[in-house]
């Protein structure tokens, strides 16, 4: 069965300060599909990115970054020296190649920065 | 850009109504989901079509009903709505590029539900 763990149900910090929002995952398939989503306030999720099963490398992406390991199943996500603007509740999600199309989602992690 | 667009933001209904809840995407995409978020629960599936006229159940379709009968459209029904069904729904369409995997969804922007 697919699952996603997101165990931080909420997280504050300090603008500036880096955070990590972890994401656990379970799954039986050789080839699947991880994403991270944010939403902010206005409630619509934006999507952040995907990797797939056969590409560990991690990501950066100017403040952002991701940590793929499979020898964990993990995909955690890193905002480095955060800002205000990052408040928001972040999903991590999980697809099967085998059930393609059908994402299942973690219960989210709220991040609060604080000026 | 892809669009999916619900037709309202918020909605206030009273128990035992018909509740219709709207979704439009503008990129020809093949498949449509409705899920509802609520806190402490994450996002959990309602319906999803993979075609017009095509629906399955999701996780949760327990008092709710869909209808796709035009590609761009998918309609969410709470046949009696109860106040148990209040809560963020969010609409999102996907498409699939054959052999190239999954990239994931484009979500509408929500309608929050109260039901009274």
């Known amino acids: 069965a697919q699952k996603v763990t997101q165990a931080q149900t909420e997280i504050s910090v300090v603008e500036k300060e880096d955070v990590t929002l972890d994401c656990v995952y379970e799954?039986?398939?050789?080839?699947?599909?991880l994403f991270w989503y944010k939403q902010p306030p206005s409630g619509e999720l934006v999507f952040l990115i995907r990797?797939?099963?056969?590409?560990?490398q991690n990501e950066i992406s100017g403040r952002y970054s991701w940590n793929f390991q499979k020898s964990t199943s993990s995909f955690n996500f890193t905002i480095t020296a955060s800002q205000v603007v990052d408040s928001a509740v972040y999903f991590c999600a999980l697809s099967e190649a085998d059930n393609t199309d059908k994402l299942i989602f973690g219960t989210g992690t709220r991040l609060q920065v604080f000026p | 850009d892809v669009k999916v667009t619900q037709s309202s933001r918020y909605l206030v209904k009273r128990t035992g109504e018909k509740v219709f809840l709207e979704c439009v995407q503008d990129?020809?995409?093949?498949?449509m989901f409705w899920y509802r978020q609520d806190p402490g629960l994450g996002l959990r599936l309602i319906y999803f079509s993979y075609d017009v006229k095509m629906k399955e159940k999701g996780d949760i379709p327990e008092g709710y009903s869909v209808s796709r009968e035009k590609k761009e459209r998918f309609s969410l029904i709470l046949e009696s709505a109860s106040t148990n069904q209040t809560s963020m729904y969010l609409c999102a369409s996907s498409f699939q590029i054959i052999g190239g995997g999954f990239y994931g969804y484009t979500f509408g922007s929500g309608t929050r539900l109260t039901v009274v």
């Open positions: 799954t039986r398939d050789t080839t699947y599909y």
């Open positions: 990129m020809d995409h093949e498949n």
């Open positions: 990797r797939n099963s056969f590409d560990e």
